[in-house]
Protein backbone atom coordinates (compact mmCIF):
# COMPACT_ATOMS: atom_id res chain seq x y z
CA UNK A 1 0.00 0.00 0.00
CA UNK A 2 1.08 3.23 -1.01
CA UNK A 3 0.24 6.76 1.21
CA UNK A 4 0.79 10.01 0.13
CA UNK A 5 -0.40 13.37 1.33
CA UNK A 6 0.82 15.37 -2.01
CA UNK A 7 0.14 15.32 -5.65
CA UNK A 8 2.06 12.21 -7.36
CA UNK A 9 2.09 12.85 -11.00
CA UNK A 10 -0.26 10.31 -13.12
CA UNK A 11 2.52 7.90 -15.18
CA UNK A 12 5.11 9.27 -13.07
CA UNK A 13 8.47 7.35 -12.67
CA UNK A 14 9.49 6.63 -9.30
CA UNK A 15 12.56 4.97 -7.41
CA UNK A 16 12.83 3.60 -3.84
CA UNK A 17 15.02 6.15 -1.55
CA UNK A 18 14.68 3.48 1.65
CA UNK A 19 12.48 2.86 4.83
CA UNK A 20 11.97 5.29 7.36
CA UNK A 21 9.63 6.65 9.98
CA UNK A 22 8.28 9.23 11.91
CA UNK A 23 5.42 10.55 13.87
CA UNK A 24 2.88 13.02 14.99
CA UNK A 25 2.35 12.89 18.34
CA UNK A 26 0.05 15.16 21.06
CA UNK A 27 1.65 16.15 24.15
CA UNK A 28 -0.72 16.50 27.33
CA UNK A 29 0.05 17.77 30.96
CA UNK A 30 -2.27 17.15 33.35
CA UNK A 31 -4.73 15.65 30.61
CA UNK A 32 -4.61 18.84 28.84
CA UNK A 33 -3.44 18.54 25.33
CA UNK A 34 -1.20 21.29 24.24
CA UNK A 35 -0.72 20.32 20.34
CA UNK A 36 -2.69 17.97 18.16
CA UNK A 37 -1.75 14.73 16.28
CA UNK A 38 -2.86 14.35 12.93
CA UNK A 39 -2.29 11.00 10.70
CA UNK A 40 -1.20 13.97 7.71
CA UNK A 41 1.66 14.99 9.85
CA UNK A 42 3.00 11.67 10.41
CA UNK A 43 2.63 10.96 6.48
CA UNK A 44 4.37 14.34 6.21
CA UNK A 45 7.13 13.81 8.07
CA UNK A 46 7.97 10.27 7.00
CA UNK A 47 8.09 11.61 3.06
CA UNK A 48 10.17 14.25 4.65
CA UNK A 49 12.54 11.73 6.17
CA UNK A 50 13.38 9.97 3.25
CA UNK A 51 13.12 12.80 0.82
CA UNK A 52 10.40 11.69 -1.30
CA UNK A 53 7.31 12.01 -2.46
CA UNK A 54 4.77 9.16 -1.46
CA UNK A 55 4.81 6.06 0.67
CA UNK A 56 4.78 2.19 0.29
CA UNK A 57 4.02 -0.56 2.35
CA UNK A 58 2.91 1.49 5.33
CA UNK A 59 2.32 0.44 8.69
CA UNK A 60 0.34 2.59 11.24
CA UNK A 61 0.96 2.54 14.87
CA UNK A 62 -1.35 4.42 17.54
CA UNK A 63 1.42 5.46 20.24
CA UNK A 64 1.48 6.85 23.78
CA UNK A 65 3.55 7.05 26.45
CA UNK A 66 1.33 7.18 29.72
CA UNK A 67 3.46 9.47 32.71
CA UNK A 68 1.08 10.87 35.82
CA UNK A 69 1.61 14.10 34.81
CA UNK A 70 2.98 14.25 31.17
CA UNK A 71 1.34 12.11 28.46
CA UNK A 72 1.92 11.41 24.57
CA UNK A 73 -0.31 9.87 22.38
CA UNK A 74 -0.64 10.13 18.36
CA UNK A 75 0.56 8.13 15.21
CA UNK A 76 3.90 6.62 14.49
CA UNK A 77 4.27 5.40 10.11
CA UNK A 78 7.14 3.48 8.58
CA UNK A 79 7.24 2.71 5.40
CA UNK A 80 9.35 2.56 2.39
CA UNK A 81 9.84 6.37 0.53
CA UNK A 82 10.01 6.79 -3.24
CA UNK A 83 11.01 9.73 -5.43
CA UNK A 84 10.37 11.34 -8.62
CA UNK A 85 13.10 9.81 -10.73
CA UNK A 86 15.47 11.77 -11.87
CA UNK A 87 17.64 11.36 -15.13
CA UNK A 88 20.45 9.74 -13.75
CA UNK A 89 17.87 7.15 -11.89
CA UNK A 90 16.39 6.68 -15.26
CA UNK A 91 19.85 5.66 -17.52
CA UNK A 92 21.21 3.99 -14.76
CA UNK A 93 21.01 0.31 -15.41
CA UNK A 94 21.15 -0.48 -11.88
CA UNK A 95 18.32 1.27 -10.53
CA UNK A 96 14.59 -0.14 -10.49
CA UNK A 97 11.90 2.62 -11.84
CA UNK A 98 8.38 2.54 -11.06
CA UNK A 99 5.65 3.51 -13.05
CA UNK A 100 2.71 5.52 -11.26
CA UNK A 101 -0.71 4.25 -12.59
CA UNK A 102 -4.38 5.10 -11.96
CA UNK A 103 -7.71 3.29 -12.39
CA UNK A 104 -11.15 4.86 -13.08
CA UNK A 105 -12.71 3.19 -9.51
CA UNK A 106 -9.75 5.67 -8.14
CA UNK A 107 -7.42 2.75 -7.26
CA UNK A 108 -3.55 3.24 -8.13
CA UNK A 109 -0.39 1.01 -8.40
CA UNK A 110 3.45 1.78 -8.88
CA UNK A 111 4.61 -1.12 -11.36
CA UNK A 112 7.93 -1.96 -12.18
CA UNK A 113 9.42 -0.80 -15.33
CA UNK A 114 11.91 -3.85 -15.98
CA UNK A 115 9.34 -6.57 -14.61
CA UNK A 116 5.27 -5.73 -14.82
CA UNK A 117 4.78 -8.73 -12.26
CA UNK A 118 6.64 -6.39 -9.32
CA UNK A 119 3.20 -3.81 -8.44
CA UNK A 120 2.96 -1.91 -5.33
CA UNK A 121 -0.51 -1.19 -4.29
CA UNK A 122 -1.35 2.48 -3.75
CA UNK A 123 -4.44 4.85 -2.05
CA UNK A 124 -3.90 8.46 -0.20
CA UNK A 125 -4.09 8.83 3.42
CA UNK A 126 -6.89 11.02 3.08
CA UNK A 127 -9.02 7.89 1.71
CA UNK A 128 -7.48 5.39 4.71
CA UNK A 129 -8.61 8.02 7.19
CA UNK A 130 -11.79 8.66 6.22
CA UNK A 131 -12.78 4.90 5.84
CA UNK A 132 -11.29 4.66 9.50
CA UNK A 133 -12.78 7.17 11.27
CA UNK A 134 -9.20 8.59 12.04
CA UNK A 135 -8.71 12.65 11.92
CA UNK A 136 -6.53 13.17 8.67
CA UNK A 137 -5.80 16.74 9.04
Not at 33 to 49: F, G, H, M, Q, Y
Not at 57 to 78: D, H, M, Q, R, W
Not at 88 to 114: C, H, M, W, Y
Request: hydrophobic share 40%; aromatic share 10%; glycine share 6%.
Amino acid sequence: TIWSSKNAELGGKFVKTGRFEAKSMTRMILFIPISIANLKEAVDKTIEAGGGDVLTNAVLFETSLPLFVYNEVGYKIEADVWKKASVGDLIDPTKEVFELQRFADGNSQLVSTKNISKVEKVFNAEKYASEHNIPAN
